[in-house]
């Protein structure tokens, strides 16, 4: 009798491991899914909208047309390779945690998390150096931040789950 509430025991442990592990690694692909909407936002913006990020409308008080056309060209380039990076990052961090941290592979869970904290870690602090231009820091960063704290439960919810399997 005791073997066999030990083994139930286990069985319900396993179900739950693999529980927080497809939680968590839905919780950690949404963010990277946020990336890409974030990324494709950017990159719409700079041909159709205010030319400069979002949350960013003006250049002390300067809007894209008042710029130097080479100047303004060449932010335009510079947002169109930073947008395409959001996407790819994006793109990378929610199928590895889709397809592999779902499955329990620690490599993805590792995977995952270092490709979007060296994102985050490269271009957050820049937004807290100096005030050469203003920001909305609400729509500028929030959604950053917020898709960052879904991914960091995410992490946390799968992490217990992805060392058991």
Do not use: C
Request: a negative charge.
């Amino acid at each position: 009798m005791a073997t066999e509430q030990s083994v139930t025991d286990e069985q319900g442990e396993q179900v739950q491991f693999e529980s927080q592990v497809r939680n968590g690694a839905a919780l950690m692909a949404l963010p990277g899914i946020a990336f890409v909407g974030y990324g494709i936002v950017f990159l719409v913006l700079n041909f159709v909208g205010s030319g400069f990020e979002l949350g960013v409308s003006t250049l002390a008080g300067m809007t894209a047309a008042d710029l130097d056309p080479t100047v303004a060209y060449y932010i335009s380039h510079l947002h169109v390779a930073t947008a395409a990076f959001i996407i790819s990052t994006g793109i990378a961090v929610a199928g590895l945690s889709w397809y592999g941290v779902r499955q329990g592979l620690t490599w993805a869970w590792a995977t995952a998390i270092i490709s979007a904290v060296v994102g985050l870690a490269l271009a957050l602090p820049m937004h807290w150096t100096g005030d050469a231009f203003a920001h909305d820091w609400v729509t500028h960063l929030g959604p950053i931040y917020l898709a960052t704290i879904v991914f960091i439960v995410g992490v946390v919810l799968s992490y217990r789950g992805v060392q058991t399997t």
